[in-house]
């Protein structure tokens, strides 16, 4: 049981497609696989105790804001202009209605198993680390070679800077994922939970070592500022104020990394140079300007999920505008969910992250909620997508973490009962062969 979470969560960090001919087919499809099999397993662990499972008030309102979440994205799909995009979500985000309740069940059904047998946790965390690990070492040879994606076409060209999958030259290294941005958030979360579990002893001081030795050079090649941000902040937030120094020093090293990987961003428009927010930002300041326009537009319950991408093309004086999107994102989690399911789904949606990290962080697992604080960084500047949003909320399902369960020698009553046979015929053992021993003696 322990090795096939172990497994799933391994792959839902690092599980492609290879025979897919388009983002969404090749990246993101596989890694909601896992996510769906994941809730299979969860429910499979669940159900021969359910009469021994006591529901929590906590939980109770986590499932209530969720319920209130998911039925104001059934109304916003229902009304979009758009509502098969809004059920299924973009092409490659494939963050849409679905998802979300994907999300919801995986996030609450996970919470349930981590009540019944704690020790799950730590065979999920050794899975996502391990898969962090893959990661890393996957953008290696993409630092060598850009056209190399681990697909059937890799190094088929369609333009001289366009991979058949539709990878960018500029997107490279993604590992196995299909933007540079997505993976460098999944190798920040990876060395974030490798320092947890070291911390909390559920992986060794040597994996540690390995895992930080390939994890951070990854993430320095993806050139992805707001997840280098989210790792120093977080690191910075679980080490305190007592190693202040460190923190100034990493704060340091990030903010030159970040102000010379801007300055090699040079950005024009119309031939005209952007001001230094905006080359700062990588023009994102014009993405929320549309997205703070859309929003207006339709306040209360938003365009559908993925809704940027839905809104876009309608202006305010009813017009359709016919030229490209720039970008299927406003690269702001708020203004995303905003656009989305409107005021009203966001703030169900804001307060059900609060009461989450606020429980999480009162629980006996200190730690896991940096994983959250990581995510709401990153997401300040970029946004929500099935190749690793999971990874958040798996984090806030520690949410009902019992007290004292981190430790590797405590495992519940529970879990002690259901493998009794196991046990039994473990003591068994040992008593035939101290007989035999002693006979001998």
């Keep these: 049981m322990l090795k096939i979470y172990t497994l799933l969560f391994f792959l839902s960090v690092t599980l492609i497609n290879p025979w897919g001919m388009n983002r969404g087919i090749i990246w993101s499809q596989p890694k909601i696989l896992a996510i769906e099999l994941i809730c299979i397993l969860n429910i ?23 319920g209130l979440f998911l039925i104001v994205g059934i109304i916003a799909t229902i009304k979009s202009s758009l509502p098969l995009r809004s059920l299924l979500g973009g092409s490659t985000m494939k963050s849409g209605l679905l998802y979300w309740g994907l999300i919801a069940i995986f996030m609450l059904s996970n919470a349930l198993v981590l009540k ?13 680390v391990m898969g962090g690990l893959i990661l890393a070492l996957s953008t290696f040879p993409q630092m060598l070679n850009w056209q190399i994606d681990y697909t059937l076409g890799s190094g088929n060209l369609v333009a001289n800077n366009i991979l058949q999958s539709g990878v ?76 202040y120094k460190l923190i100034i020093l990493g704060a340091v090293i990030s903010t030159l990394f970040i102000y010379i990987n801007t300055t090699s961003r040079y950005l024009e428009h119309q031939g005209k140079s952007l001001s230094i927010i905006k080359q700062v930002t990588s023009d994102r300041i014009t993405l929320w300007e549309i997205a703070v326009t859309r929003i207006k537009m339709q306040p209360l319950l938003g365009w559908g999920f993925d809704g940027f991408e839905i809104a876009y093309p309608h202006l305010p004086n009813g017009k359709i505008k016919t030229s490209p999107i720039p970008s299927t994102k406003a690269h702001n989690l708020v203004l995303d969910t905003a656009v989305s399911v409107g005021i009203i789904g966001t703030v169900v949606y804001l307060e059900l992250i609060a009461v989450c990290l606020y429980l999480v962080c009162k629980s006996s697992f200190s730690g896991i909620e940096a994983i959250a604080i990581a995510y709401l960084v990153f997401t300040f500047t970029w946004f929500e997508c099935a190749q690793f949003t999971h ?39 040992i008593s035939r062969a101290k007989a035999t021993v002693f006979r001998k003696v």
């Design 168 to 243: 960018f030259q500029g997107h490279q290294p993604i590992g196995l994922y299909s933007h540079r941005g997505y993976a460098a958030f999944t190798l920040a979360a990876a060395g974030i939970l490798a320092f947890v579990g070291w911390r909390w002893k559920w992986i060794t001081s040597k994996f540690f070592l390995v895992s930080i030795t390939v994890i951070l050079p990854a993430l320095l090649f993806t050139q992805t500022r707001a997840a280098l941000l989210a790792l120093v902040i977080s690191v910075g937030y679980l080490l305190g104020r007592k190693h």
């Design 44 to 66: 499979l662990t669940i159900s021969p105790n359910w009469n021994l499972l006591k529901i929590s008030k906590d939980c109770k309102r986590v499932s209530l804001l969720w």
């Design 116 to 128: 019944l047998r704690p020790e799950i946790g730590r065979s999920q965390l050794q899975g996502l």
């Design 391 to 429: 990874i958040f909320w798996w984090s806030l399902s520690f949410f009902n973490y019992e007290k004292n369960c981190h430790s590797t020698s405590t495992i519940s009553q529970l879990s002690i009962t259901s493998y009794r046979p196991m046990f039994t015929g473990f003591r068994s053992w």
